[in-house]
């Protein structure tokens, strides 16, 4: 019986495909129309039920008939150091020390229909739901300066999951930026390409409950377990794992087992690795093995791409240089952006008028004066030169004059303090400067504001002035 279905899956799939995982099974005993097979390890077994599971089927029922039933027998060695493999019958109800498994496999099937007839009792179903938003694709995510090199790379993974050194992929960048977009469209694309891959999309947050719970539940060994079985692993706003040791631990060793055997893993985070705190150093070298890529602000061209192609999505129609108004005005966040939009279209059908310039400047500066909390780069420099009484294009020359450089240095040391730019993005954005320089600066502050007093007197004025 075994060969005959063996013959038919032959013919059915790739012959690498068969060899790896088809070769290795024995097949144990038939009784009842029920086929028991031996297969080398639990991770076999799941990965016949996630991939073979249908082939296996219709092999059986051609043999065996409607009540056709597959065992499987997971053989592993036995820890006692005898060579010889064993086989234990456990209930699948799990219990410590569970070495092999026997797990019945019912293909009684009633409605044909269903997805997956095989159901197994007791072990956790191993199909796992990708929770991607088709929402966010590569189609809606327009490409722009700010975007280019995550987009494509982004894209690049999509091409060949595991298969391009962006492993794993970081993309950072500021709020509103795009980075669950991003990170969705890729998963989006996978899915679409490699409909047989398993897909996951999680937030850093849920994924910490999930660990804490499994440590509370002591299922630790399964949480890991489960996150061992996934071929495109997407954890979204890592900078959540902060100062959480054990969530960091798990995920390293997670992590390494997916980049082992070739998975891929997509992160993002607010920040850039070199500017992540409280994350394990093993961590945050593993982030730097593949590519971190940047999401910047947009410039005005692909904000106002960005606020068309929506609207153009959405059936509605507004005029160009309302659309452009917006787009000039609200600069530094695409959700912010797209909210004066919507916000826009709902004044203007609620009151019945017009989308006219006086309205969305109305929503503009509401929007603009919302945002005033989170202070820019643009203002902290502003608010600097002003206090040293200089302008803004001094304090971001090249000259080594002592105050113009205590300046510059101030500008950058708020610039860490008060956003969440990353110290690449506040060099460049303040004359120019690398990241170190940026380092440099804050430590310098650091330092001066505790042994010059003058000094510090300098970083509690400008500290109120922009806590305003
Ligand atoms: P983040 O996760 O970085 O905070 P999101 O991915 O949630 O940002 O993006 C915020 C909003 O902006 C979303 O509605 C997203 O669709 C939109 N958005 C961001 N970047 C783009 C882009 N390049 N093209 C189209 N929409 C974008
Ligand atoms: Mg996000």
Not at 373 to 382: G, H, L
């Amino acid at each position: 019986v075994w060969d005959n279905c063996l013959s038919f899956i032959k013919d059915n799939i790739q012959p690498q495909a068969y060899k790896t995982w088809f070769e290795p099974i024995m097949p144990v005993k038939l009784a009842n129309k029920a086929l028991s097979i031996q297969v080398p390890s639990k991770f076999f077994y799941e990965w016949l039920e996630e991939h073979y599971v249908k082939l296996l089927k219709v092999a059986l029922v051609k043999e065996l008939g409607n009540t056709a039933r597959l065992v499987y027998i997971i053989k592993m060695e036995n820890t006692y150091g005898n060579k010889k493999p064993f086989t234990e019958k456990i209930p699948s109800s799990n219990r410590s020390g569970l070495r092999a498994q026997e797990i019945d496999v019912p293909t009684k099937n009633k409605s044909p229909e269903l997805k997956n007839p095989f159901i197994i009792p007791g072990i956790r179903n191993v199909k796992i739901e990708s929770q991607l938003n088709p929402n966010y694709n590569f189609d809606n995510f327009l490409e722009g300066d700010s975007n280019r090199l995550a987009r494509s790379a982004g894209m690049a993974v999509a091409n060949k999951p595991g298969g391009t050194s962006f492993n794993p992929l970081l993309i950072f960048g500021g709020v509103g930026l795009g980075k669950t977009h991003l990170a969705h469209a890729i998963g989006v694309e996978i899915k679409d390409k490699y409909p047989e891959k398993t897909v996951l999309y999680i937030s850093a947050e849920k994924f910490t409950q999930q660990y804490i719970e499994s440590v509370k539940k002591n299922t630790r060994n399964d949480f890991i377990h489960f996150y061992q079985l996934i071929d495109v692993l997407i954890i979204d706003d890592v900078q959540f794992f902060s100062g959480k040791s054990g969530t960091q631990d798990v995920f390293f060793h997670i992590f390494n087992h997916l980049h082992q055997n070739g998975k891929q893993v997509i992160l993002t985070s607010d920040k850039a690795p070199v500017d992540m705190q409280d994350i394990e150093q093993r961590l945050l070298s593993r982030f730097k093995w593949g590519l971190s890529a940047e999401l910047q602000t947009p410039d005005f061209e692909t904000r106002v791409s960005i606020v068309k192609n929506k609207l153009y999505r959405d059936g509605v129609e507004m005029p160009d240089d309302i659309i452009e108004y917006v787009a000039k005005h609200i600069k530094s966040n695409v959700r912010e952006l797209e909210g004066a939009i919507i916000s826009l279209i709902a004044q203007s059908s609620f009151n019945k008028k017009e989308v006219t310039i006086e309205l969305a400047k109305q929503v503009v500066e509401k929007f603009v004066k919302n945002t005033k909390r989170e202070v820019s780069i643009d203002y902290i420099q502003k608010v600097v030169s002003d206090y040293f009484q200089m302008d803004v294009s001094t304090l971001q020359s090249k000259t080594r004059k002592r105050h113009i450089v205590q300046a510059r240095q101030l500008a950058m040391f708020f610039a860490k303090k008060f956003t969440k730019a990353s110290l690449a993005s506040i060099g460049s954005q303040i004359g120019k400067r690398d990241h170190a320089t940026v380092l440099h600066a804050c430590k310098t502050v650091d330092n001066l504001s505790s042994t010059d007093k003058q000094f510090r007197k300098y970083v509690e004025d400008l500290t109120k002035k922009l806590s305003l």
